[in-house]
């Protein structure tokens, strides 16, 4: 192994694209994995990356502005779907990564309510009965005005887990196997020589060999300096609802308001007996941190009525939470997952849009085999090089 701060060995390209005769980027070719890795941002994309660095035996710090799992891996559905990313960049992706969350749920040891479930499509109004009837067996608890029109998903390809405690068992587990987190905000990426070095916390210099960059829609403002393609916040509202012993069913929308407008609401009862709702946009712009993010009661209350109009149990369950997050895209709708441009040792994980909770196993185990190993073998990481996307400005 190398000694910390001394150059690399640099292998000659054959290609003529960068990559040496081995196949790996020549711009940070590694012949020894990293001793020391600095994760920024504990959502769940971070929280993988930590977690399967960590079990590969490398010394991992966590940074994370607030608390873990503060923004959208705190507010999000949690639904995970085996195939409909298929026909798409991120079909092997989403199939590597479904397998690897029921691995995880029996290698975590800890419960963070996995399970299997069957998904429906149904359609509903706010005022009277979608035409029609059902048009494949509706189960007993969607009793209410709705119409249940398709199955989706059955408990071979579709299934959940809660994303907050999800994330908080992955970043439990990297500690038990070494890694630390630490509280506080980034203010830069520490550059020597064009490599990250480290970056800086309430004017403190984390030391590190490699650094990854996995903020979510905040990973470009928040990366100090470093060139990054342009990451944006898609905002969207959720309602949480106590109705417990409903059966393990995923629910997708198609929901007029009585004002005509168009909305699709999902359905997701937990195994904890809360039941978590989505499916409200809002154009509002990205805040200069979580803390910021603002909540519409109305916007929740629109929610909570189209539950209503499915089941009965859901028109009388109280609301417990009110909650808005913004999820990270790209320009192009792709993730970025991989080196970042113009900086050695330097990687950035971000703009998973809505399928974050689905495809961060599989993105934080091929990120950590491209930093220790120089590629990735669970999949192709080519579709998702951020070095595809213009850079944007930086700050």
Not at 7 to 32: L, N
Not at 228 to 255: C, I, M, Q, R
Not at 382 to 387: E, L, N, Q
């Amino acid at each position: 192994m190398r000694a910390f701060g001394a150059p690399p060995r640099v292998w000659a390209s054959s290609s003529g694209d960068g990559r040496d005769a081995r196949g790996v980027d020549a711009r940070s070719p590694r012949v020894t994995p990293p001793r020391r890795v600095v994760v920024c941002g504990a959502g769940v994309v971070g929280a993988c990356t930590a977690y399967f660095l960590a079990e590969r035996g490398v010394a991992v710090t966590l940074v994370e502005r607030v608390a873990v799992a503060c923004a959208a891996s705190g507010k999000s559905g949690g639904f995970l779907a085996l195939d409909w990313c298929d026909g798409t960049p991120l079909g092997p992706l989403a199939r590597a990564s479904f397998a690897l969350h029921a691995r995880l749920a029996k290698e975590l040891g800890a419960d963070y309510g996995y399970r299997r479930m069957d998904t429906l499509m149904l359609a509903a109004r706010e005022r009277g009965t979608a035409p029609g009837g059902h048009r494949v067996p509706a189960p007993a608890w969607l009793d209410g005005a709705g119409i249940v029109t398709a199955e989706l998903g059955s408990t071979e390809t579709t299934a959940q887990v809660h994303p907050a405690r999800f994330t908080r068992a992955l970043v439990d587990a990297a500690r038990a196997r070494g890694a630390a987190l630490r509280i506080g905000a980034v203010e830069g990426v520490v550059d020597r020589g064009g490599a990250a070095r480290g970056v800086r916390v309430a004017g403190e210099t984390i030391e590190a060999d490699a650094v990854v960059l996995a903020m979510g829609p905040w990973t470009a403002r928040a990366a100090g300096g470093v060139a990054l393609p342009n990451v944006h916040g898609l905002k969207g509202f959720s309602v949480t609802l106590t109705a417990p012993d409903l059966p393990a069913h995923a629910l997708f929308v198609d929901y007029r308001t009585a004002e005509g407008r168009h909305l699709e609401p999902e359905i997701f009862p937990r195994p904890d007996g809360q039941v978590y709702v989505c499916g409200m946009a809002d154009p509002a712009p990205l805040p200069d941190s979580p803390e910021g993010v603002e909540v519409s009661e109305a916007a929740c209350d629109v929610l909570a009525r189209a539950a209503g109009r499915v089941s009965t149990a859901l028109a009388a369950s109280p609301i417990v939470g009110r909650n808005a997050c913004y999820r990270p895209v790209t320009d192009d709708g792709v993730p970025m997952i991989g080196r970042v441009p113009r900086m050695a040792d330097a990687y950035v994980a971000t703009g998973h849009g809505p399928w974050g909770m689905l495809n961060a196993p599989a993105t934080g185990l091929a990120l950590a085999e491209l930093i220790t190993d120089g590629a990735a073998a669970l999949v192709d990481l080519s579709p998702f090089d951020p070095a595809r996307l213009p850079l944007g400005s930086t700050r």
